[in-house]
């Protein structure tokens, strides 16, 4: 739980992915649900800040994720079962 909780707003999602891994299920690249490596029933959810500069297609949409994504808000970590694709 330690770990779980060392991700704070600021950081990026290549921090984060140091510690979570990305889940199945609708997902944008703003935001997104994580599952904790060593446990994956602990999840959180993650706003992102798309890093300055990122690729937007015509409609203004942010396109692929960034490792330098900046983290807005994350929730408390919460017990789930499993989403797969």
Same mark, same amino acid.
């Given at each position: 739980? #330690? *770990?779980?909780?060392?991700?704070?707003?600021?950081? !990026?999602? /290549?921090?984060?992915?140091?510690?979570?891994?990305? @889940? &199945?299920?609708?997902?944008?690249?703003? #935001? *997104?649900?994580?599952?904790?490596?060593?446990?994956? !029933?602990? /999840?959180?959810?993650?706003?992102?800040?798309?890093? @300055? &500069?990122?690729?937007?297609?015509?409609?203004?949409?942010?396109?692929?994720?960034?490792?330098?994504?900046?983290?807005?808000?994350?929730?408390?970590?919460?017990?789930?079962?499993?989403?797969?694709?």
């Amino acid at each position: 739980m #330690k *770990r779980v909780l060392t991700i704070k707003p600021g950081m !990026t999602r /290549k921090a984060l992915q140091a510690i979570f891994q990305t @889940e &199945g299920g609708l997902s944008t690249r703003a #935001k *997104r649900t994580y599952v904790f490596q060593d446990c994956p !029933t602990f /999840k959180v959810d993650v706003d992102f800040k798309p890093v @300055e &500069g990122s690729d937007q297609d015509a409609e203004g949409a942010w396109q692929d994720e960034n490792d330098e994504d900046v983290i807005v808000k994350i929730s408390a970590p919460y017990l789930g079962y499993a989403i797969m694709d």
